[in-house]
Nanobody, 115 residues
Framework: QVQLVESGGGLVQPGGSLRLSCTAS????????MGWYRQAPGKQREMVAA???????NYVDSVKGRFTISRDSAKNTVYLQMNNLKPEDTAVYYC?????????WGKGTLVTVSS
């Protein structure tokens, strides 16, 4: 059984930083590429960053140069370092495999960027 637990969200001012963590139980972490996704109010969920087992990364254009995804295989954890945050980054952030598996969505962690 796979469980994904996100943490690290919060309220931050524009230009600030946050580091999100996602800890995975089960075998998902050792088998699949992992991704961070977000869903803003009234919008569809989108993938913002992904990382393969080998460490190759991919980002949506809107976060390139500001967000960094990484993974620690020993801890079964994937991180999202978010710098220079903007109000448009406000969303609930989720992790999942890439491509995502519907039954593996967790509760997410809320990131609010506001002054």
């Amino acid at each position: 059984q796979v469980q994904l637990v996100e943490s690290g969200g919060g309220l931050v001012q524009p230009g600030g930083s946050l580091r999100l963590s996602c800890t995975a139980s089960g075998t998902i972490f050792s088998i699949y590429a992992m991704g961070w996704y977000r869903q803003a109010p009234g919008k569809q969920r989108e993938m913002v960053a992904a990382i393969t087992i080998g460490g190759n990364t991919n980002y949506v254009d809107s976060v390139k140069g500001r967000f960094t995804i990484s993974r620690d295989s020993a801890k079964n954890t994937v991180y999202l370092q978010m710098n220079n945050l903007k109000p448009e980054d406000t969303a609930v952030y989720y992790c999942n495999s890439q491509p995502p598996v519907r039954k593996h969505w967790g509760k997410g962690t809320l990131v609010t960027v506001s002054s």
